[in-house]
């Protein structure tokens, strides 16, 4: 079955610092794989998608993912977070096609440290 | 370009009431999805409407049902409302194909007392 799994529940990182945010996926087929970050009370905003190609995606904000086929993973990265940062984040995987929905992970949230 | 709208932002309403949610898509986009998030589950797709047929569902009870319009807007409905019917409800659309990805209006938020 498809799945994504996000390890870590809550991260806080001080403001300055780097951040990679985890996220492991099972799917048979090749995977369609987002990004997408959700202020409080707010709807989903995408950051970046991977279809096929270079295996490091460049999205909005600075935010930076890479996907690794032999670890099922695509982590997402950035080189210095702001305070503005701070949200929640989900990482999701579909098949592509027509057909189906984004399964998305339970989220990670972030908090930065002034 | 306007995004996509859900309306109310916030609902309150009993148990054993039923309740319609809307939509209004981006412009040109013919796919609407829905999901229901809360803090226990995270988001779980509801279903999904493209040229006004269900075109997928997920595994929620036949109280939540949804349909779209021919200018591609589209409403969910909840009847008999329970107490674990609070969540949030986000409604997504995308131009033909959800696995390219959405995009997500902010969310009605509903409560049931």
């Known amino acids: 079955a498809q799945s994504v799994t996000q390890p870590d529940i809550h991260i806080t990182v001080s403001e300055g610092a780097s951040l990679e945010l985890r996220c492991n996926y099972s799917?048979?087929?090749?995977?369609?794989l987002f990004w997408y970050v959700q202020s409080p009370g707010q709807g989903l905003q995408l950051l970046l998608k991977?279809?096929?190609?270079?295996?490091l995606v460049q999205g909005i904000k600075g935010f930076e993912a890479e996907f690794k086929r032999s670890q099922s993973s695509f982590n997402l990265r950035k080189p210095s977070v702001h305070w503005s940062d701070a949200a929640e984040y989900f990482c999701?995987?579909?098949?592509?096609?027509?057909?189906?929905?984004?399964?998305f992970g339970k989220g990670t949230k972030l908090s930065v440290k002034p | 370009k306007a995004g996509v709208t859900q309306t109310p932002r916030y609902l309150i309403k009993t148990r054993g009431q039923q309740v319609t949610l809307s939509c209004s898509p981006i412009?040109?986009?013919?796919?609407v999805s829905w999901y229901q998030q809360t803090p226990g589950q995270g988001l779980q797709f509801l279903f999904e409407?493209?040229?006004?047929?269900?075109?997928n569902k997920g595994n929620f009870p036949g109280r939540f049902s949804g349909r779209q319009f021919s200018n591609s807007r589209s409403e969910m409905n909840v009847s008999t409302l329970e107490l674990g019917d609070s969540a949030l409800y986000l409604c997504?659309?995308?131009?033909?194909?959800?696995?390219?990805?959405?995009?997500f209006g902010s969310g009605t938020r509903l409560t049931v007392v």
């Open positions: 409407y493209f040229s006004e047929t269900q075109r």
């Open positions: 799917y048979g087929a090749t995977p369609y």
């Open positions: 412009s040109g986009h013919r796919s």
């Open positions: 997504a659309s995308s131009q033909d194909s959800p696995n390219y990805g959405y995009t």
């Open positions: 999701a995987v579909g098949g592509g096609g027509s057909q189906g929905n984004l399964i």
């Open positions: 991977y279809f096929s190609g270079d295996t």
